[in-house]
């Protein structure tokens, strides 16, 4: 399975920013999905997670209301949307995949990871 995310860049706090994550190599209908992130320096945070068939999901406390993610089967593809984003939510996003049903905050659940894309928040 490969995942290839894109979307991130430059924002300031209080945009928006929507990242995409297409996967190739098995149909992502068979994938659960996840979003992590990464500043340099720390360990891999947990942000997001959703069921192979989009009926559970699970969020970080740190982007509960902000962040929302989805995912559509038919195209691959799994989309975080951000709103209202603040400074301490900059670091490299990254997709996972996991073979699992299980909505999962660990990143040892995940069987796939895709390459990440910066996103900055300035103040």
């Known amino acids: 399975v490969q995942l290839q995310a894109c979307g991130g860049g430059l924002v300031q706090a209080g945009g928006s920013l929507r990242l995409s994550c297409a996967a190739s190599g098995r149909t992502v209908s068979t994938l659960t999905l996840g979003w992590f992130r990464q500043v340099p320096g720390k360990e891999r945070e947990f942000v997001v997670a959703?069921?192979?068939?989009?009926?559970?999901?699970s969020y970080a406390d740190s982007v509960k209301w902000r962040f929302s993610i989805s995912r559509d089967n038919l195209k691959n593809t799994v989309y975080l949307q951000m709103n209202s984003l603040k400074p301490e939510d900059t670091a490299v996003y990254l997709c996972?995949?996991?073979?699992?049903?299980?909505?999962?905050?660990?990143?040892?659940?995940?069987?796939?990871w895709g390459q990440g894309t910066l996103v900055t928040v300035s103040s």
């Open positions: 996972a995949a996991a073979l699992g049903p299980r909505v999962s905050s660990s990143a040892v659940s995940y069987d796939y």
């Open positions: 959703i069921s192979k068939n989009a009926d559970r999901t």
